[in-house]
């Protein structure tokens, strides 16, 4: 009787796995109850797969060979492509002229430890420093411990969850605080600066999280437009000197939904207008492991593994060279760091 109502159980769920991963697959994102359905299905596929992988287990011992095959698929599509990702080689932080290295960091409402993360950022030796949720007793913090490395620097506290900061070793040769419209007004500060004689666009970015359908909409809005920004700024050219104004961009920050999602979409699929080249992720490209960056930091859900909201996307002509996720800093996001260099021709 117990293993007629195992074998029930895990019919269900190796198949229920596998509908679940199909309809998310074939919906064609928009603001709708079904593509948010698909965001989580996307988000948490990591998680079910290891439910499956324990009743694969228990399957086998049961031997029960059809059922373990077919968890057994439901385990290779929601945890295997992290097998092909550990075995990728370790590119570490490098720290040299020719790489722009960019960190960002969620602060939490402005309540990460100062101390870990500016340990951190000691370790990394970033150009560029993005913080969002930026607040609290943070200017002061910039102020007294690293404006004098990082002199040019664009911040705009709040008390709310939508504070940022930018800061740069490099002179800011533009700025514009924002480039999408919202429920409030709230700044996506795009920054410009020059790497190696080439410009390069730095966004920080913090989008909506979709804690429910309206916002899940402004959040899909939001993504659409950081799309057509990125292109259209790779996409102009200055006549005068006959080269593009800007030669690279990274948009990085707080996307609030892994890459892997439907969601994130419209930043996968846009093609530059001068090239056949995507928006990439960097972790995505050359990172090993999953790269959580957010999780519950106490009680029970703690245990569980985290998700990767936190992104370095980057287009134009760049490249990455490593992409690492750093430690516990007292926020429910840890930060990130990715180091990006200018594509040789080929």
Not at 233 to 254: P, T
Request: glycine residues 10%; charged residues 20%; negative net charge.
């Amino acid at each position: 009787m117990l293993s007629r109502g195992f074998a029930f159980v895990g019919w269900a769920a190796a198949i229920g796995l596998l509908l679940a991963l199909l309809m998310a697959r074939l919906v064609d994102g928009g603001p709708t109850p079904l593509a948010f359905m698909a965001l989580l299905v996307q988000t948490f596929a990591f998680h079910a797969g290891l439910a499956v992988a324990m009743l694969l287990l228990i399957a086998l011992v049961l031997r029960r060979w059809k059922l373990g095959v077919a968890l057994l698929l439901g385990v290779l599509v929601t945890i295997g492509p992290l097998g092909l990702r550990v075995m990728r080689s370790d590119a570490t932080a490098v720290d040299d002229d020719g790489t722009l290295t960019l960190l960002s960091c969620n602060l939490c409402y402005g309540r990460a430890d100062p101390d870990r993360l500016i340990a951190w950022i000691d370790e990394i030796d970033p150009d560029v420093i993005v913080l969002q949720e930026y607040g609290g007793e943070w200017p002061e913090v910039v102020d007294a411990h690293l404006r004098e490395r990082y002199p040019h620097v664009w911040e705009e506290p709040r008390p709310d969850a939508f504070g940022q900061a930018t800061l740069s070793r490099s002179a800011l040769v533009g700025v514009t605080r924002t480039v999408w419209p919202g429920y409030w007004d709230i700044p996506s500060a795009r920054m410009t600066i020059e790497h190696e004689q080439r410009r390069v666009d730095v966004t920080n970015v913090h989008v909506y999280p979709p804690v429910g359908l309206s916002w899940f909409a402004q959040q899909g809005h939001q993504l659409a437009r950081l799309s057509v920004d990125a292109e259209k700024r790779l996409g102009e050219f200055d006549y005068s000197s006959g080269h593009r104004d800007v030669q690279g961009a990274v948009l990085i920050g707080d996307f609030n939904a892994p890459w892997g999602t439907g969601h994130m979409q419209p930043l996968k699929d846009k093609s530059l207008a001068f090239d056949t080249r995507f928006l990439w992720e960097a972790h995505e490209e050359i990172g090993r492991g999953r790269g959580t960056t957010w999780g519950p930091r106490r009680g029970v859900l703690s245990l569980a593994p985290g998700i990767r909201l936190d992104h370095a996307v980057y287009g134009g002509e760049l490249e990455p060279v490593f992409s690492v996720v750093g430690p516990d800093v007292g926020s429910d996001h840890r930060p990130i760091a990715a180091g990006f260099r200018w594509r040789s021709p080929d």
